[in-house]
């Protein structure tokens, strides 16, 4: 029962450890959308809770990256966003009863999941820094806290440490989150427009990042680190619940993800346990606290260091293939494009090396 579930210190710091990705994103839709807060979080704490039921080892939830970059930045209003999340789910779930990602898998080289992997090491730390900046002093503060929990002889709950001290000096500051309650979950049934819109602009960026950071980085991850193997074909169709109910709903499109693997392991998540600790934490602030204002309370230098932390983990498994120089490649191209268009890129190459290998 204990390699399932474990309910303790160690657990509960690597069940906050992906907040540092989690929480500006689905604060920023909340506040340039007309979506709720507290609907968002309801969802994402019911399917952390149930993906870790279901998986029994830590597993991501995360918002869908591409989604919510096109959406803070205005191009997506409510109903398409609920459109692409729909779609997108609908379109999972297809990969996973056709088995599809099983040959995009077979025609996937390794070197192009870790190049992905690279490419969200150093996206992270892009994030992390541009955290930093605006609080350096307390994210020098908070990277010497999870440095001695290193050196350190005891169980390593710095991630707990420096959210707390975040809370305090937030607290200290604004005053303690104001009271507001969620109201109840709505259905949206967006109209052919807004299913258009929300597929062109949402789900067709948001495809390949899913498929290669999503599916393919995440269960290569998982065997890296917990050394258990987990099919594709059960990522793909856990996600496309997640986002189908999430979205017809009120909620935001929602996926697994290699740097929320990351963040959970760094700080000391194992088993399935760390995924219903960190549900139960976002249900209480989607039933009481979830307010715009609340990213204000947790400082950014927190966040930077959590993040700064979460890249190195990750870093640590992008180097494991033979050939670095097309996972730099992939990671860079990334870097300065996007995921999608990297994964696209490279995934045409390797197709066009291979043949030219075999011709020869």
């Known amino acids: 029962m204990e390699k399932n579930f474990r309910f303790n210190l160690e657990e509960a710091a690597g069940a906050i450890g992906d907040y540092g990705t989690l929480l500006p994103i689905i604060v920023g839709v909340a506040v340039v959308t007309d979506i709720s807060l507290s609907t968002i979080l309801f969802f994402f704490g019911l399917s952390y809770i149930a993906t870790g039921i279901y998986y029994k080892l830590p597993m991501p939830v995360e918002p869908m990256k591409a989604i919510g970059a096109v959406a803070i930045g205005g191009a997506l209003t409510s109903g398409e966003i609920a459109g692409a999340g729909i779609l997108m789910g ?9 088995n599809a990602v099983k040959y995009i898998k077979k025609h996937v080289s390794q070197w192009l999941i870790r190049g992905i992997q690279f490419a969200l090491t150093l996206i992270l730390i ?10 350096w002093l307390v994210g020098l503060i908070s990277i010497l806290i999870i440095i001695g929990f290193y ?10 440490v420096v959210f707390g001290l ?34 062109w602009l949402g789900t067709l960026p948001q495809l390949p990042l899913t498929l290669g950071n999503a599916v ?3 269960s290569l991850l998982i065997s890296d680190l917990l050394d258990r193997k987990v099919p594709e074909k059960k990522l793909v169709t856990s996600m496309g619940i997640m986002c189908i109910v999430s979205s017809t709903l009120g909620g935001f499109p929602m996926c697994h993800g290699a740097g929320g693997l990351a963040a959970q392991y760094r700080f000391g998540a194992r088993t399935g346990g760390s995924n219903i600790i960190s549900g139960f934490i976002l249900l209480v602030i989607a039933f009481f606290f979830a307010s715009p204002v609340l990213l204000e309370i947790i400082p950014f230098g927190v966040l930077g260091a959590m993040l700064v932390f979460t890249a190195l983990q990750m870093f640590q498994s992008a180097i494991q293939t033979d050939n670095k120089v097309l996972m730099i490649a992939t990671g860079v191209i990334a870097f300065f494009s996007n995921i999608a268009i990297s994964f696209i ?16």
């Open 90 to 98: 609908m379109i999972l779930l297809l990969a996973g009863r056709f």
């Open 216 to 218: 393919l980085a995440t």
């Open 345 to 360: 890129i490279m995934m045409i190459f390797d197709l066009i090396l291979k043949q030219t290998k075999a011709k020869d």
């Open 126 to 135: 892009e994030t992390a820094l541009s955290f930093l900046i605006e609080d």
């Open 166 to 199: 975040g809370l305090i000096i937030g607290i200290y500051y604004f005053g303690l989150p104001p009271l507001s309650f969620m109201s109840v979950p709505e259905i949206i049934l967006p109209e052919i427009g807004e299913l258009v819109t929300g597929f």
């Open 151 to 160: 050196f350190l002889k005891v169980t390593d709950i710095s991630s707990l």
